[in-house]
């Protein structure tokens, strides 16, 4: 029988106190215990980034962090990107700029994107295709991924944000 430890954490704005067994990863926790199934479990070896959500301001890849490790952190999922006004200008771009395909990878996209646009606001192709290497595609070629985030980042610095 595993050990429980009870961890309380915010996730989306939202606070939570769960008690997991000390081995659970985040991503199960986000999944199965607090139903936020917009993290998606890809690869379970942290090469895919399906499962990329915002742990205190770090893109995280949530198969490799215990859910023990988030006790008392900020935590953003997918869910928690658009707003009262609607889509966040990622998942705007993403629409507008036919970013996705099956949409596997996507929620794992939107959350690295928009930390990457929090560290980079007016990043060039280059440099967002280096900032999102850790998150994979198998769909898409990435082109429109990176046009989408570009138009994100453009329409966020047009102060649309």
Known sequence: MSEQQ???FTVNGERHTVSVPT????????????????THIGCDSSH??????????RSVKSCTVLTVQAQNAEVLTVEGLAGPDGLHPLQEG???EHGLQCGFCTPGML??????????PDPD??????????????????QNIVKAIRY???KQTAGSV
Do not use: K, P, S, W
Request: hydrophobic content about 35%.
């Open 94 to 96: 993403f629409r507008e």
């Open 23 to 38: 081995r659970e990863l985040l991503v199960h926790t986000l999944r199965e215990r607090l139903h936020l199934t917009g």
């Open 152 to 154: 994100a980042a453009e």
């Open 6 to 8: 009870t961890v309380g």
């Open 48 to 57: 895919c980034g399906a499962c990329t959500v915002d742990l205190n301001g």
């Open 125 to 142: 192709e280059d440099q967002i295709r280096t900032g999102m290497a850790g998150n994979l595609c198998r769909c898409t070629g990435y």
């Open 111 to 120: 959350v690295r994107a928009y930390r990457f646009l929090q560290e980079n």
